[in-house]
């Protein structure tokens, strides 16, 4: 299995961890307290470091000496705190509960943008990275697909604690294979000493890049409403007769996503930014045609629908990121990205627990409202304004990447 095989191979089980911590934190909760508002508090705390810590990862990603060590550690803390959860959730006193949660969430940037950041040093720029792109957008969907089901299974027939420790297993293992990735000579790219960015670089560098400020602020606005579509399933399929056709629904939608990523998002003629653009209209159109769905089973096809719209974004997102990141920062605006979509999820989530009162057809077109804004948003960010067409972030020095950041041009090659 070459580098990117086992890239991929650690991806899923890692991004597997991550998926099924949701519900199986609250399964334990209910199971060993009674109360499922309890693992919604454990979760809060898990979730509630991401946007916080993913600049200090960024940062901390880029001056490790020795990146291996880096990344096998910040899998390796994450997995701890899985296990442990395990063990201490409704058992050990709150505060300690809290505070391994805390801790573990804050490895959770590396799971997700800071592993995808290494993509750009184990492929060759060109036509293969971009299908690897592909391939690692897979794994999240893939990872959302399966996750629930595996933690349901396993929950279903013994308890919630060994499905906690299958999650733990999985991240194990992720850390394992992350151990044997070629990072250095020809693995993941390293900048020099005098290159390395400070803490708030990345957060500037998707400032002042125009292709990086439209994709994340696009992003974050359509993850507040991805955020509240589990929710609103469940409450779409309970005014429609099926109080349990909630789960079918984000199962069509997770499997058109994996399917979407995996033909759709290949497409390399498509210039990333219009991808995008396209996926978030695609998918908020999708959607409110869903709002007026008759019965559970033609919601499902079209939430399959939206998924497969939804599929080549997080595609299209990666390429943006890996094409205009300078190398300074790659990592920190992997891992910012990321938390910001991830808090705006978690806001999402929230939003709709409040509003739950209002008709779900209501709260479903509020989200493809928010899905076409997004679209648009993007296509107003974008639009260059009289730029000099320049090369991407991808060339040979982050330097001379970092001096061209303000001036480049959507599409650029």
């Known amino acids: 299995m070459g580098g990117f095989g086992r890239y991929l191979a650690a991806a899923v089980a890692a991004r597997l961890a991550s998926e099924g911590m ?99 040093g184990l492929v060759p720029a060109g036509a293969r990275r971009d299908r690897a792109y592909a391939w690692d957008a897979a794994t999240y969907n893939a990872a959302a697909v399966t996750a629930p089901a595996a933690v349901g299974l396993v929950a279903a027939l013994g308890s919630a604690a060994p499905a906690m420790a299958v999650l733990a297993l999985a991240g194990a293992l992720a850390a394992a294979l992350a151990a044997t990735f070629p990072y250095g000579n020809g693995g993941a790219e390293r900048v020099p000493a005098s290159l ?40 779409l399929a309970t005014r429609l007769g099926s109080p349990g056709g909630g789960g079918v629904l984000m199962t069509a939608f997770a499997l058109g996503a994996l399917a979407g990523s995996l033909t759709l998002g290949r497409i390399r003629a498509a210039e990333p930014g219009r991808s ?82 209002a008709p779900p057809q209501a709260l479903l077109a509020g989200i493809s409202v928010l899905l076409l804004a997004a679209a648009l948003l993007h296509a107003l960010l974008a639009r260059p304004r009289g730029s000099v067409p320049a090369a991407p972030a991808t060339a040979p020095s982050a330097g001379s990447a970092t001096a061209r950041a303000g001036r480049r041009t959507p599409g650029a090659p």
């Open 22 to 120: 949701g519900l199986a934190v609250v399964l334990l909760a209910l199971e060993r307290t009674g109360s499922a508002g309890h693992g919604a508090f454990v979760l809060t705390a898990w979730l509630a470091p991401h946007v916080l810590a993913a600049p200090l990862a960024g940062a901390a990603a880029a001056r490790a000496r020795r990146p291996r060590l880096f990344h096998v550690g910040a899998l390796a803390g994450f997995t701890c705190a899985v296990a442990a959860l395990a063990l201490l959730l409704g058992r050990a006193p709150v505060p300690l509960v809290l505070a391994t949660a805390v801790l573990g969430g804050s490895c959770g940037p590396m799971v997700t943008g800071g592993m995808s950041s290494l993509v750009a």
């Open 196 to 235: 390395r960015a400070g803490l708030g670089a990345g957060l500037a560098a998707l400032w002042r890049i125009r292709e990086l400020r439209a994709i994340t602020s696009a992003t974050t606005l359509a993850f507040l409403g991805i955020g509240s579509l589990t929710t609103t399933a469940v409450l």
């Open 276 to 357: 995008a653009r396209w996926a978030m209209a695609g998918t908020g159109a999708a959607l409110a045609a869903a709002a007026f769905s008759p019965s559970v089973a033609v919601g499902a096809a079209l939430f399959a629908v939206a998924g497969v719209c939804d599929g080549p974004l997080l595609t299209a997102t990666l390429r943006i990121r890996s094409e205009y990141a300078p190398d300074a920062v790659r990592t920190q605006v992997f891992t910012l990205g990321a938390g910001l979509k991830l808090t705006a999820a978690s806001l999402g989530a929230a939003l709709v627990g409040v509003t739950a009162g």
